[in-house]
């Protein structure tokens, strides 16, 4: 690992502009989400991530509650998303607008200064396989969001296919996978030989308020979901888990505390969320 690296993680991700069952236009992506996991675990911990000046505004709630903790860099284009619930672990999704791929020069732009990085692209084309070999050669641990995996980059109803690179998977040390997308990605049920295939060290299949399975080593456990919450709809949810649990790798903690430590905070934000009727974390 590079000299000079602080233990801790910096989370890179686009900028995203939800519209979720019609509200008003929200702040999303992973940025919007994963303050709330680095405060909770303390420690060194950053966000980096792009969208267009002219939406700047629409983020300036997240900045204000998080500070110097999230940083927001120039793009041409922000992503933008429709989300409608079917119900609480299930929605129909639609992609408004494509946004930025990071490449060498949006890496030097965010200067990720960590022993771990987050990726959290939203669709297939945020992070290519290149920049996971920049990102590994400056001696990063690099964590993935799958979506980044199955998420065609399309304009329209959101398609999720089989057709990424492997080179993507080369640069990785973690990666998360929801149920949904692990089922693409396995092309069936997703199991032992399934995670041996990929080749990546340490994966987690996350199932909602169903829990987790952690892979490691050829060895599958699953961690159940730290209490139920129903009624209240989960946009960030996954965001929150993975920030959570790569920044308590990052601290030091083994896969399964870091996965029971995510599930109790997820559980925490969505109880506030069902209290005060919406989904505005910050």
């Given at each position: 690992?590079?000299?000079?690296?602080?233990?801790?993680?910096?989370?890179?991700?686009?900028?995203?502009?939800?519209?979720?069952?019609?509200?008003?236009?929200?702040?999303?992506?992973?940025?919007?989400?994963?303050?709330?996991?680095?405060?909770?675990?303390?420690?060194?911990?950053?966000?980096?991530?792009?969208?267009?000046?002219?939406?700047?505004?629409?983020?300036?709630?997240?900045?204000?509650?998080?500070?110097?903790?999230?940083?927001?860099?120039?793009?041409?284009?922000?992503?933008?998303?429709?989300?409608?619930?079917?119900?609480?672990?299930?929605?129909?999704?639609?992609?408004?607008?494509?946004?930025?791929?990071?490449?060498?020069?949006?890496?030097?732009?965010?200067?990720?200064?960590?022993?771990?990085?987050?990726?959290?692209?939203?669709?297939?084309?945020?992070?290519?396989?290149?920049?996971?070999?920049?990102?590994?050669?400056?001696?990063?641990?690099?964590?993935?969001?799958?979506?980044?995996?199955?998420?065609?980059?399309?304009?329209?109803?959101?398609?999720?296919?089989?057709?990424?690179?492997?080179?993507?998977?080369?640069?990785l040390d973690?990666?998360?996978?929801?149920?949904?997308?692990?089922?693409?990605?396995?092309d069936g049920?997703?199991?032992?030989?399934?995670?041996?295939?990929?080749?990546?060290?340490?994966?987690?299949?996350?199932?909602?308020?169903?829990?987790?399975?952690?892979?490691?080593?050829?060895?599958?456990?699953?961690?159940?979901?730290?209490?139920?919450?129903?009624?209240?709809?989960?946009?960030?949810?996954?965001?929150?888990?993975?920030?959570?649990?790569?920044?308590?790798?990052?601290?030091?903690?083994?896969?399964?505390?870091?996965?029971?430590l995510a599930?109790?905070?997820?559980?925490?934000?969505?109880?506030?969320?069902?209290?005060?009727?919406?989904?505005?974390?910050?």
């Amino acid at each position: 690992m590079q000299q000079g690296l602080v233990k801790g993680v910096t989370v890179l991700g686009n900028l995203a502009i939800d519209v979720i069952d019609g509200a008003p236009p929200s702040p999303g992506g992973c940025a919007s989400f994963a303050g709330v996991a680095l405060e909770a675990v303390g420690g060194h911990g950053h966000i980096a991530a792009l969208g267009a000046p002219r939406d700047h505004a629409l983020f300036d709630p997240l900045v204000a509650r998080f500070g110097s903790l999230v940083r927001i860099l120039p793009s041409e284009v922000t992503s933008g998303f429709r989300l409608d619930y079917v119900d609480v672990d299930h929605r129909r999704m639609s992609v408004d607008a494509i946004g930025p791929v990071w490449g060498a020069a949006e890496v030097e732009a965010a200067d990720p200064d960590t022993t771990w990085v987050h990726l959290a692209p939203l669709l297939r084309t945020d992070f290519p396989a290149d920049t996971l070999a920049l990102l590994s050669s400056r001696g990063h641990l690099v964590a993935y969001d799958g979506q980044g995996l199955v998420r065609a980059d399309r304009v329209g109803p959101l398609v999720e296919d089989r057709h990424f690179s492997p080179d993507l998977l080369e640069h990785l040390d973690m990666l998360k996978l929801a149920e949904d997308e692990a089922v693409v990605v396995a092309d069936g049920d997703f199991d032992a030989a399934t995670a041996e295939r990929l080749g990546v060290p340490e994966i987690v299949v996350t199932f909602g308020s169903e829990g987790c399975d952690i892979y490691t080593d050829g060895d599958v456990v699953r961690v159940p979901a730290a209490w139920r919450v129903d009624g209240v709809q989960t946009t960030g949810a996954g965001d929150m888990f993975t920030a959570c649990y790569v920044a308590h790798r990052a601290a030091g903690d083994g896969p399964v505390p870091s996965a029971q430590l995510a599930s109790e905070l997820v559980a925490r934000e969505l109880d506030k969320r069902l209290k005060v009727g919406h989904a505005d974390l910050v």
